[in-house]
């Protein structure tokens, strides 16, 4: 259980309960209202014990549970977003990007990162949803750009893990071209056969879904997540009325044949391996992790 | 005639016109002096009206109840034109119509969202907002085009693609993100429009192309100023600041160079001339395709994709 202690060392959460719970106070299930300590909620890769709800967590906590020994190499981490438009609402952009890094410690709302499952060799693109609600803007497009064609060169299939309100609205119409932009990518990543899983987590709404989550050779999901393209609120305002229970939850999408399996988080690692056994991609070159957590490209 | 609101100087002065020639009429008085300055008046004033629209007057005149739809210009563009419907799955979307034309000798498929002219078919087009069906209707077209070495043509003019229940469970989202998937590899050259609004997943969804460009009074966005400022200004109140913010006019799309060029409209917007501005279309379409149909299928591929690879702004640290 190497892996269970280094989540607990040095990683830092990034869930939405960490400054109401940090280390050693306690964690209280928004689903079920089960207490428990903040540290039993991480040794169970914060699934509430008692009711499984599925908190959210961020790239870094998905790369350490996913990757061999918790070793990979971060790619494409020298990009960063800016300003371009001067947009300006309420606070300006400029100042919502500079307290996002700040407050998370990430430069955009998604890491790349290189390192094996059950041996084998996967690219993982992971969405932040603690930086501006994981919206996609130019990094995120630019960076799924570059890992789809690092797959490719390297022939080692791509996982993309979203977790995301939709496009940046404050890159307007560039977040909006990052939807062309990335499945154009993708539909040279599949020319070139090389697979591409989808993992949609809570929540995968917006742009996001109606670009590159939803177009996964596999999509999986995390059990009880949002999953939709316009959000329950618009819908209800749209079209006046209750929607059913249950709406836009994975199981949800699941019946309705958008999804091809959910998985709990205590699985994943052990489904992406079979999956990644059953394609046996094998890399053109040695994939050569350099140390843990590395930051090297 | 429909007035905007910031088109309120030239309703006056079309009333001055109107009351003058009543006058006339029934003094038999000659005002045809007075006449032809109250016509140059309103001449200058639209001049001055229409050469320095903000993004949310574009936004206005995008929604124009007058505006000529995809079918106007189908119709007038093509000298032959085949509606053809259903996407062979669940049912026919009215929201985006398609089908096989010829424009004086080139034979093209067109797709376009399509809006009701009259508040009957507004509900019957529902409003151009699209269901999965009519994404998956135009991609079917579209694989038409394909294997018959037809070139595409599109028309984009929607508020958004539908926002309901039955669209999400029929799969909204993996509608448009497949017809992404589907244009960018397609053999054939595709030639994009925004005639009118162009909002968000629901426009992009029959939107990427070799070339894409916009009419002059028209707006491209990744969300309507409206539900900016909603979200962002927590008010509806905000629309003329978002509009600004989000810089969805054609002038500006071209500058940040997400659109390949502007087409003109005639003064005072294509719906005062809809017939000039389908001949301004007609010939800017068989010069664009022309050029297309030039290029190899694996350059043309190659070439699209690049362009939107190159979309974002980003630094490096
Ligand atoms: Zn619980």
Sequence with gaps: MGWFKRLKDGIQTATEHKRETPDGLWYNCKKCKHTCTSKELKENLWVCPSCQYHT??????YFELLFDEGKYNLLFDDLEAYDMLSFVDLKPYIERLES???????????????????????IVACMD??????????????????????????RVPLMIISKSGGARMMESAYSLMQMAKTSAKLSQLAQAGIPYISFL????????????????DINISEPG??????GPRVIKETIKRDLPENFQTSEYVLETGFLDMIVERKDLKETIGDLLNIFDIQPSSRIILSSLRSGSN | MVFLEFEKPLEDLYEQLEKLNEVGEQGGIDVSKM???????????RKELYSNLTGWQKVQLSRHPERPYTLYYVDKICKKFLELHGDRHFADDKAIVGGLGMIDDQRVVIIGHQK?????????????????????????????????????LS?????????????????????????LFEMAQLKVPILCYVIGEGASGGAIGIGLGDKVFMLENTWYSVISPESCSSILWHSWDYKEQAAEALKLTPEHMSEMGLIDGVVEEPLGGAHADPEAMAKTLKSHIKKELTALNKIGVDKRIKMRIDKYRNMGKFTKV
């Design chain 1, 56 to 61: 959210r967590i961020g790239s870094n906590e």
């Design chain 1, 100 to 122: 996002a890094k700040k407050k998370t410690n990430l430069k955009d709302a998604m890491q790349v990162s290189i390192g094996r499952v059950n041996k084998k060799p996967l």
């Design chain 2, 116 to 152: 009701g002219v009259n508040t009957k078919l507004r509900q019957y087009r529902n409003f151009g907002m699209a269901n999965p069906e009519g994404y998956r209707k135009a991609l079917r077209l579209m694989k038409l085009a394909e294997r018959f070495k037809l070139p595409v």
């Design chain 1, 129 to 154: 949803f603690t930086f501006i609600g994981g919206s996609m803007g130019s990094v995120m497009g630019e960076k799924i750009a570059l890992a789809t064609e690092y797959a490719i060169k390297k």
């Design chain 1, 225 to 230: 997540a949002l999953i939709g393209f316009a």
């Design chain 2, 35 to 45: 006449t032809r300055e109250i016509e140059a008046k309103i001449k200058d004033k």
């Design chain 2, 155 to 179: 028309f984009i003019d929607t508020p958004g693609a539908y926002p309901g229940i039955e669209a999400e469970e029929r799969g909204q989202a993996e509608a448009i993100a497949k017809n």
């Design chain 1, 201 to 216: 987590t809570d929540p995968t709404t917006g742009g996001v879904t109606a670009s590159f989550a939803m177009l996964g």
